[in-house]
């Protein structure tokens, strides 16, 4: 079978790292594959500021000891609102991260600021349409779970109604999207889906 696993909101995106796939059967027999070397792929980001703090993001996962300087410069992109439109949720989510690496020395709080520098660069790079992907990608991966385990009709008819309106989001979305800012080629292809062609194949699943 074949699973989509996005890691570019790794902590170690961007960064030398080992693989290896385990497989357990039934039975409890563990397998598994040879170290493989790469470094995890990373998202490519366009918009200044949210290159910025991307670069912190990357910064707290290479060197955690390093927090009053990451605080400090999270405070310096923050200070500068003409740079990301003065979008207050911007501004808010920096000076949340900023205080909490100064002020929480737990490393909960190094996850969560992670993770709350990650959502804040998506926002700046692609407003809304990154959330609704995620959605997407959710929903597609709760369907085929339950259509795997043969889950009851009335399940999968709630998981692919879940679906259809991820999509609908999705598309809504991506044709708010400037045609030179499309994240890439196969979401620009999506663009031209129309809903009623969508309609069909979830009605064939």
Do not use: C
Not at 16 to 41: I, N, W, Y
Not at 58 to 84: C, F, H, N, V
Not at 139 to 163: T, Y
């Amino acid at each position: 079978g074949t699973t989509y696993h996005d890691l570019t909101a790794h902590k170690w995106a961007g960064l030398e790292v080992e693989l290896m796939l385990t497989a357990t059967d039934g039975a409890g027999q563990m397998g598994q594959s040879p170290a493989l070397r790469l470094k995890l792929p990373e998202r490519a980001f366009t918009h200044p500021v949210a290159q910025a703090i991307i670069a912190e993001r990357k910064q707290l996962s290479l060197a955690p000891e390093k927090r009053p300087e990451i605080a400090k410069a999270l405070g310096e992109i923050s200070a500068t609102p003409e740079d990301y439109d003065e979008d207050l949720s911007v501004f808010l989510a920096l000076s949340v991260a900023k205080w909490r690496l100064r002020h929480d020395e737990s490393d909960q709080a190094l996850d969560e600021v992670r993770d709350l520098l990650w959502d804040t660069a998506l926002h700046v790079e692609d407003g809304n349409l990154s959330m609704a992907e995620r959605e997407l990608r959710a929903a597609q991966r709760a369907l085929m779970e339950a259509l795997a385990r043969n889950a009851p009709e009335h399940e999968i008819e709630r998981l692919l109604e879940r679906m259809r309106q991820a999509m609908e989001r999705f598309l809504q979305n991506l044709a708010q999207q400037p045609a030179d800012e499309a994240p890439d080629p196969a979401e620009r292809n999506l663009q031209s889906i129309r809903s009623q062609d969508l309609q069909r194949m979830l009605d064939q699943i």
